[in-house]
């Protein structure tokens, strides 16, 4: 096992965890201070402090609470998309922390889990749970959208994770927002798959068994009627969301959404609008040439820390706000839902976004606001990541709780907006308002339930978590007792394959992690057990 060394050298002698939480805290910064500031904090108290908005903003987030219902309304129904609409107009505050897909990511999943434990300014308990996921990601990302996550598995050296995969190989590279739906024949074939992997014991039949009747969902016809997997996922994280608690807990409604289409809806407002804080940005040419300057060295990333070397070899989604591997403010699909990086060009009758496929073939957008809103009503253009956040986050001033790397480059992205908005006269004032928007809403890195494996304590996704019996009331109690330190410590193991991967110990360190957990968690954590 390697060994991490102290400042003069010597060899720590402490445990795995504290050893690689201490490096992670120096690899991000985010972690850092929240455990500086509220380490010893209980999760129930933490949520207050994740749920804090803006006392102003520059546009009203009433519309977007609009575009929440509008969008929910036809997957979720009257009920949920009306009780979502009402709460997000009083507490203008959204998960952001997650990808788009069905998720059985455990660190995603228990992240969604804890802020649905969030309480409403009057004090009383969340009835929804808003989630606005990136769907700008590759299918073969980190989370695996592509298909299903089993956590533990009975065969050595077998690893943390068993991937069951829905969508074929020769799509992995597409992203979750372009993608056809899962069709009735995949399924068919994922059953297949998990059938040999659980006569071969490389999966615990436990696991198996919940997750073929999980599978069955993909089957129901309203969720095979929908033609692409964002909407088909809407559905089925609702409703396999429904089943990790008990009859007789009161749980809030998930409403988990695409980032991307909540983004677009927001951008049909506001392109139609010239004093919208993205028409000002996009068409002011001084504004436009400063803000590209100002934001060529942010990166968003969405779980990697190393940011290109991680887009060539683990597939995460990495971009730069303006330059470089990324875009400027929207990205050209092609007809195969891959992306294409655009920049602003000047012509003889104005500035275009141009940009090149693959293959050579030009892209072109006029950069004016009729032009890019016939391109995203034909899907031909997306939100970059900057301007998802540009309209949910900076203009209209909702809380945006992310993972540890987005509350750092949103925060980037808010300096360079606000340092580009002051340099006039005639903006200073909307920079002041962009400026009280809260940036560093962090909710992610954490869990709360563990998986006992027989021989230590490992992460829990939505199939161990249902396959050892649905939470119920005390338990979710207990939930939010939990201090915000320990539950970085549960989430260990797959906090330190994104952050550390070039720091892994040798060997079987998942082992040594999973004892030491055991040891240190046993009595905090909710548990469940693989036998």
Not at 235 to 256: E, G, M, S, T
Request: aromatic residues 6%; proline residues 4%.
């Amino acid at each position: 096992m390697n060994n991490l060394k102290t400042d003069d050298g010597s060899p720590e002698n402490n445990s795995l965890i504290d050893r690689y939480m201490a490096e992670i805290r120096k690899r991000l910064p985010v972690v850092d201070r929240a455990l500086e500031l509220y380490g010893d904090m209980p999760l129930s108290e933490y949520l207050n402090v994740v749920s804090e908005t803006a006392s102003e903003r520059y546009q009203s987030h009433e519309d977007l609470a609009d575009v929440v219902y509008e969008y929910a309304l036809p997957l979720l129904g009257e009920e949920a998309a009306a009780m979502a609409r009402e709460e997000l107009k009083q507490s203008p505050v959204v998960l952001t922390a997650n990808h788009h897909g069905v998720d059985y990511f455990a660190q995603s999943v228990q992240g969604t889990l804890l802020f649905s434990r969030r309480k409403l300014p009057d004090g009383s308990p969340a009835r929804t749970v808003p989630v606005l996921a990136c769907g700008n990601i590759p299918l073969d990302n980190i989370t695996y959208p592509r298909g299903a996550l089993l956590y533990g598995s009975p065969a050595e050296n077998k690893g943390l994770l068993t991937r069951v995969p829905l969508f074929s190989n020769k799509v992995r590279r597409q992203p979750v927002a372009r993608v056809q739906g899962v069709e009735y024949s995949m399924l068919q074939q994922a059953l297949k798959k998990l059938t040999k992997q659980q006569q071969k014991s490389e999966v615990y039949p436990v696991s198996a068994d919940t997750l073929k009747e999980l599978l069955q969902e993909y089957a129901a016809v309203d969720v095979l009627q929908k033609d692409n997997y964002s909407d088909q996922a809407v559905l089925l994280n609702d409703r396999i969301w429904q089943r990790l608690f008990a009859a007789d807990v009161v749980k809030p409604q998930l409403i988990y959404l695409e980032l991307e289409k909540i983004a677009e809806k927001l951008l049909v407002i506001d392109l139609k609008n010239p004093h919208s804080l993205v028409s000002s940005l996009l068409f002011d040419e001084q504004l436009r040439t400063s803000l590209i300057t100002k934001l060529d060295t942010v990166s968003c990333c969405w779980n990697s820390s190393e940011l290109q070397q991680r887009w060539d070899t683990r597939n995460s989604s990495v971009e730069k706000v303006v330059t470089g591997c990324g875009t400027f403010m929207f990205w050209a699909v092609d007809d195969k839902g891959r992306r294409i990086p655009l920049a602003v060009v000047a012509g003889d009758d104005g500035y275009w976004l141009r940009g090149c496929d693959d293959n050579g073939n030009l892209k072109e957008v006029f950069l004016t606001a009729q032009s890019l809103l016939l391109e995203l009503q034909e899907g031909r253009i997306m939100p970059s990541v900057f301007t998802c956040f540009l309209v949910i986050s900076l203009a209209r001033g909702v809380t945006c709780a992310g993972g540890y790397y987005q509350a750092e480059y949103l925060s980037l992205m808010q300096q360079g907006v606000c340092e580009v908005l002051a340099s006039r006269s005639t903006t200073r004032a909307i920079a002041k308002r962009v400026a009280a928007v809260n940036t560093e809403s962090y909710m992610s890195g954490m869990q709360l339930v563990m998986s006992d494996n027989g021989s230590g304590l490992i992460p829990a996704g939505p199939v161990e978590i249902i396959s050892g019996g649905a939470l119920n009331c005390e338990e979710i109690q207990s939930i939010t007792r939990l201090t915000l330190a320990d539950a970085h410590r549960a989430s260990l193991a797959e906090t330190m394959p994104d952050a550390l991967h070039d720091l892994l110990p040798e060997g079987d360190w998942q082992k040594v992690l999973a004892a030491e957990n055991n040891r240190l968690l046993n009595e905090k954590v909710v548990i469940r057990s693989l036998f």
